[in-house]
């Protein structure tokens, strides 16, 4: 199978501090792919180098054959990335609907002006943006749920909606920071299967950072460890179980035994 | 991996792409291109004497004092609160109308033009009354406009800010009338030194007002760095939630905060009723805002900042439009340009950190 | 309440009074004033000493000492200063030196003594005994009307549920001011636009006020669609039925109106603050006026130009506006919150002294004269009526383009941007693209404003375009309702047109507004008319975060 996302030696610095350093790694298209690591490893700063919001120093990053290392955030987006937050970031004012609505924009055609005169184009694709809006609200189990404020909807709501939001821009790579933290065991299981689902009809490909280390092996075709920005080890969940530099990458912090962590 | 090494990117998003990042650059060079060709052209046309040019750095560095003074207010609000004070410079007003009553009243007893110790004794006491008015006034302006708005979006102070601005502007114009008041300079500060044949000529006030103002700078340099309270405030600058865990009053040290920025501005304001030798309703307005400006070019948040800022405003704004050969009137647009040039191509000033450009 | 809350209470009325005295209330409204002040102690008693939702209701005693306490405080107290201020003056002394308003006008306002008598020895205690005898009785009255259920009616905040009566009278308010407005004017009653008399221009206020506020009410349906015929009738007619003063305020108004429809874009839309948009409001009229007026440096310098007239110099203006909008926004692109506040206001400060100071072109302070007035098809529209109508048709485009915008892709962006301007981007929006473009609208509409200005004023200076102007329009969609349109209109009212009435108590008008900006801040930032979307946005503090800091 093709790569969809390939980087390589990637490299973020802030100041004196190497984010990301020296990273290559590909994932398929269609894959299911983790990016784990202990806190501060990197991983997120890595995320925001594939979605543009930093410009990686030095390395390239090849989006279904085009590079993409130096394009704007919008620009990725229209190629076809999309990420969720950490920290649930839906635009709290706006309702459910209007969320999707704006994760819609991209794919959006129709010019300002036609948007004045109110012309037959602008309303029909208006007609079949809410339209689409509302099937995404249905398909993340929220119907009913759209005129409700962000705000207001429950923590497991808002991950949906975000996930709507994000699925609303017809990403071909979804992009998931931490999508079960602070969830339950039983959330988490059901949002495993939901991005399961999802990949196996749309074949979308998706790439998770995620600590809930039931989720990432449970889920993960593909797992890749970063510890201070490098890549220390990848390869299949079993591999990763077992390998002696992730163990002492995690213990060696003092963390929690085993390689059950929770959120940061 | 051959591949990678290829780009591949559209040649017209490439050229976005670099046009964005290198736009910025291109055109302040340009720009710092044409102004030192303009200067070049001004200086090889008409020469001013050098008494002229000494003149105005010296007339430069006895604004860019008092800026100094004010400009502290504007950070070190800002520093700890994140909002702009816009009523600082009514504050400053309300300084300099205390000050001019203070002397007032000393002419009436005779002192501010009695004997040398006398008339010092003037200058003090106009000092002190400024100062004290200044403090009432900004920690009145903090209870009842700002403080109820904390943690509320940041709109909502700033238009309280400027609410507070206009009234405080209004009430003096009511309340002391609409006509300027005149200071009549203490004599222990009337008057000029003559250097020699050079034609340079310094004034009594000038001098006092640098030397004062460098001084009261040192005395907030040594509050902030070295007691115990300058550090409560660096602490609630950092973070509130975090010192008010520490046992800090975060509200004392907000409430501490804007008397030591309003002393300074009755200072100032007192000050540039000397310096202008005339007082109104509306004298805190563009003084205010050029402090502001020059807080900006330092680098908001940062009190060495606000100095250096200050200074080299002061100086921009003097030498300026004779470099330019612009006539003076122009130094308001000046300082505005500097301030708009200034926060396009360097948000976080000349010593500010690179960070509050994520924080603005 | 305890006795230290009434001294409280009363320290702080007497410090209100004070004040009203200083900035002179007195001097100019004269003896009235005792009986003011004494209402005002009244209320204070009242407000303070009322019975709060969630205490128990104090028995008579407590409320009466402490009634007593406040009209004692402040009766005592201010007979004391003024009894100061009296010896002062029959010193001699000129108080007026450092308090302006606390001439002799002030003393014989408040004691009846007059100057002369002052000077002759006469006596102000029997006049300020009154005074203070006034305040004392004020101040116990207020404490005893608490007492009775009728204080309940001033207890703010009890939700009522709107009733059927409620809802029709609320969508007759408007006509049936508008009929008493009319009757008024059949009978022929002056109610005129003089300074005196603007009794017939406060009705026509209220009269929109009611109508933008029923607006909201109404059902949709029949009752929505016959209300605003009606509603739009009504607005047509007002002009044929106010006189030329009148007219002449409303057409101030209806500017104001297209400029804070077009900075609600800008900062109530896209959350983009400007505090210069006098800028654009500048370029459009001295565009216009550039290239119409005969004395004009374009026009003068170009034999063969005569000068364009307004049909054909407005969508230049317009245009010339939009593109500086493009080019104060493209330096302010990276800029955010208090730093674009600065910017743009540093921009605003910059046009009007480069207006003032490029005296080639401008005229300098001389400003431009002579600007023509527009016709319409050989009617001449260069009147205060003319200008009204046609300030009224350019808001109803306005606003048409401002709604069609809103609820398309383009502004859900801006308030996506508005609310998180990261994770907009990242939803594929271009940021540049719909910055520009709030800016751009903004200015166009603010350039529109200032081309109607140009013609309507006939003659321009640079003052006229000065910080305030800004201010005024950032005020007046924050006063009526950040983010809709309804606001705009009635900030603009509120904020130009009730202001334009008392012009000849200028300075108070001010000291209020700032004063209002201050409370509205603090107990309704969303203002009277806020769009939904923005009132959740303003007390979102109140929600999120319990106010911890709060002393």
Known sequence: MAAILRTLNVTKRFGGLVAVDDFSFEIEEGSISSIIGPNGAGKTTFFNCITGFYTPEEGL????????????????????????????????????????????????????????????????????????????????????LGDQLARNLPYGAQRRVEIARALASEPDLLLLDEPTAGMNTQESAELTDFIRNLRDESGITVLLIEHDMRVVMGISEKITVLDYGSKIAEGKPKEIQNNPKVIEAYLGRGAASGLEFSAA | MSTLTQPKLPTSERFSQLFGKYIYIAVGIIIVILLIGRIIFVARQESYPLSYWTFQVINGLVLGGVYALVALGYTLVYGILFMINFAHGEVLMMGGFAGFFALQYMTSIGWANGTALQSTLTIVFMMLAGMIVSVITGIVLERLAYRPLRGAPRLVPLISAIGASFFLQYTALLVFGAVPHNYRKPSVIDGVWKLGDSGIIISYTGAFIFITSILMLLGLFIIVQRTKM??????????????????????????????????????????????????????????????????????????????????????????????????????????????????????????????????? | MKIKDGIRAGFIALGILIYLDLIGLPKTFGS???????????????????????????????????????????????????????????????????????????????????????????????????????????????????????????HIGDEEKRSSARYWLMLALPFLLFAFFLALRIEGVDIGGSEENSFGLVLIYACIAAALFAVREVKAGVHKIGFSALIVALVLVIPQLTDLKQNAILGAVMIFVIMGIGLNIVVGFAGLLDLGYVAFFAVGAYTYALISSPESYIVVNLP????????????????????????????????????????????????????????????????????????????????????????????????????????????????????????????????????????????????????????????????????????????????????????????????????????????????????????????????FLPSTRRARELHEADLDSPAEFEG
């Open chain 2, 230 to 360: 300058g550090k409560a405030m660096r602490a609630v600058a950092e973070d509130k939630h975090i010192a008010a865990l520490m046992g800090i009053d975060v509200n004392k040290v907000i409430v501490f905060t804007f008397a030591l920025g309003s002393a300074l501005a009755g200072a100032g304001g007192v000050m540039l009723g000397l310096h202008n030798t005339v007082i109104r309703f509306n004298t805190g307005f563009l003084p205010g805002l050029k402090a502001f400006t020059a807080a900006v070019l330092g680098g908001i948040g940062n009190v060495l900042g606000a100095m250096i800022g200050s200074l080299l405003l002061g100086l921009l704004e003097a030498l300026g439009p004779s470099a330019l050969g612009l006539p003076t009137e122009y130094k308001d647009v000046i300082a505005f340009s500097v301030l708009v040039l200034v926060l396009i191509f360097r948000p976080s000033g000349i010593v500010g950190e690179v960070l509050s450009e994520k924080k603005a």
């Open chain 1, 61 to 144: 990053i090849e989006f279904k054959g085009k590079q993409i290392q130096a394009l704007r955030t919008d620009q990725v987006t229209k190629m076809g990335i999309t990420r969720t937050y950490q920290n649930i970031r839906l635009f709290a004012n706006m309702t459910a609907l209007e969320n999707i609505l704006v994760g819609m924009h991209s794919r959006l055609k129709t010019w300002w002006p036609e948007a004045v005169i109110g012309n037959k184009r602008f309303r029909d694709e208006e007609k079949n943006a809410l339209a689409k809006a509302q099937e995404l609200l249905e398909f993340v189990n929220l119907k009913g």
């Open chain 3, 32 to 154: 009235s004033m005792v009986v003011t002040f004494a209402v005002i102690v009244f209320l204070f008693s009242l407000f303070s000493l009322r019975t709060k939702p969630a205490e128990a209701p104090a028995p008579l005693p407590s409320v009466l000492v402490n009634g007593l306490i406040i009209g004692v405080i402040t009766g005592l107290g201010f007979a004391l200063i003024t009894f100061g201020f009296a010896s002062l003056q029959a010193q001699d002394v000129k108080v007026t030196d450092v308090f302006a308003q606390i001439s002799h006008e002030n003393i014989e306002a408040l004691t009846g003594v007059d100057k002369v008598a002052l000077r002759e020895g006469q006596s102000v205690v029997p006049g300020l005994t009154k005074l203070a005898g006034y305040f004392i009785l004020a101040g116990v009255l207020g404490g005893v009307i608490t007492q009775f259920p009728a204080s309940k009616v001033l």
């Open chain 3, 304 to 527: 063969w130009f005569e000068g364009l007239n307004f049909w054909a110099g407005l969508p230049i203006a317009v245009l010339l506006g939009a593109a500086a909008g493009i080019m104060l926004g493209i330096p302010v692109l990276r800029m955010r919150g208090d730093y674009l506040a600065i910017v743009t206001l540093g921009f605003g400060e910059i046009i009007r002294l480069l207006l003032l100071n490029l005296r080639d072109y401008t005229g300098g302070p001389g400003g431009i004269l002579e600007i023509p007035s527009p016709n319409l098809f050989g009617l001449d529209l260069g009147n205060p009526k003319g200008i009204l109508y046609l300030g009224m048709a350019f808001a109803v485009i306005v606003t048409f383009f401002t709604i069609r915008l809103r609820d398309s892709s383009l502004g859900r962006a801006w308030v996506a941007l508005r609310e998180d301007e990261d994770v907009a981007e990242a939803m594929g929006i271009n940021l540049v693209a719909i910055k520009l473009m709030a800016f751009a609208s903004g200015a166009a509409f603010a350039a529109l404003g200032g081309t109607l200005y140009a013609a309507r004023q006939v003659n321009i200076f640079p003052d006229n375009f000065a910080l305030d102007v800004s201010i005024n329009v950032l005020s007046l969609i924050i006063i009526g309702g950040i983010g809709s349109i309804e606001g705009v209109v009635l900030g603009s009212i509120a904020l130009i047109g009730l202001p334009e009435i008392l012009r000849s108590v200028d300075e108070y008008r001010i000291v209020a507004f700032g004063a209002l900006l201050v409370i509205m801040m603090i107990l309704r930032p969303e203002g």
